[in-house]
């Protein structure tokens, strides 16, 4: 099965700065790569997800890039603010007829220092 | 605004009960899942039903159960509770054909003792 790998698993950065969290992953049938953000106390929130296709995708101070040949994906976080603390998980999936399976890394701890 | 609700975000149990944990999703969503969460080991997929009546074991099924009889409601049983499932647990809902977007109840934290 998919084995998605992400680091760093903390990661402390001074307001204003950029953060930037890296995924790799096993299955090269892997076509569909979510982030998620997860507050405390509260569930994980869809934040930017891209697909095969496309080697980079924004979204205000939010960007993700994938190199399929590489396997691995990352997600860069610009101009940091003290409400983007929180954890960040990435995510693989084969986008495959019949396929449910979402395979989460560990998760990254992002800390933004005011 | 899509929304899963978990019935208990706190629950204390003790060893060898019956744990029910109940979820509900208001966008007639087919697909439904239970993630385990612990520190250091990210969200691990338990069960997960992609129709009413149907389920699939994930990654970790060993000493769970779920059942779907309504659409809208998929429940996760631990038949006889133990210790080493004090977990958060999470609840998803995914909606037509399924591209990939989960949506995230707010979690049940069960502390077995």
């Known amino acids: 099965g998919e084995n998605v790998e992400q680091h760093p698993s903390t990661l402390s950065v001074q307001e204003g700065d950029s953060a930037v969290i890296k995924c790799t992953y096993s299955?090269?049938?892997?076509?569909?790569f979510p982030w998620y953000k997860q507050e405390l106390g509260k569930g994980p929130q869809l934040i930017i997800d891209i697909r095969s296709n496309v080697g980079e995708k924004k979204d205000q101070r939010i960007a993700v890039t994938l190199n399929k040949t590489a396997k691995h994906f990352s997600l860069h976080i610009t101009e940091t603010q003290p409400e983007d603390s929180a954890v960040y998980f990435c995510a693989a999936k084969d986008s495959g007829a019949g396929s449910y399976q979402l395979t989460f890394g560990k998760g990254t701890k992002l800390s933004v220092i005011p | 605004d899509v929304k899963v609700t978990q019935s208990s975000r706190y629950l204390v149990k003790r060893t060898g009960e019956k744990v029910f944990l109940e979820c509900v999703q208001d966008m007639d969503h087919e697909n439904m899942f239970w993630y385990r969460q612990d520190p250091g080991l990210g969200l691990r997929l338990i069960y997960f039903?992609?129709?009413?009546?149907?389920?699939e074991k994930g990654d970790i099924p060993e000493g769970y159960s779920v059942s779907r009889e309504k659409k809208e409601r998929f429940s996760l049983i631990l038949e006889s509770a133990s210790t080493n499932q004090t977990s958060m647990y999470l609840c998803?809902?995914?909606?037509?054909?399924?591209?990939?977007?989960?949506?995230f109840g707010e979690g049940s934290r069960l502390t077995v003792l």
């Open positions: 299955d090269s049938a892997s076509n569909y």
């Open positions: 998803a809902s995914g909606g037509p054909g399924w591209g990939g977007e989960l949506f």
């Open positions: 039903s992609y129709d009413v009546k149907m389920k």
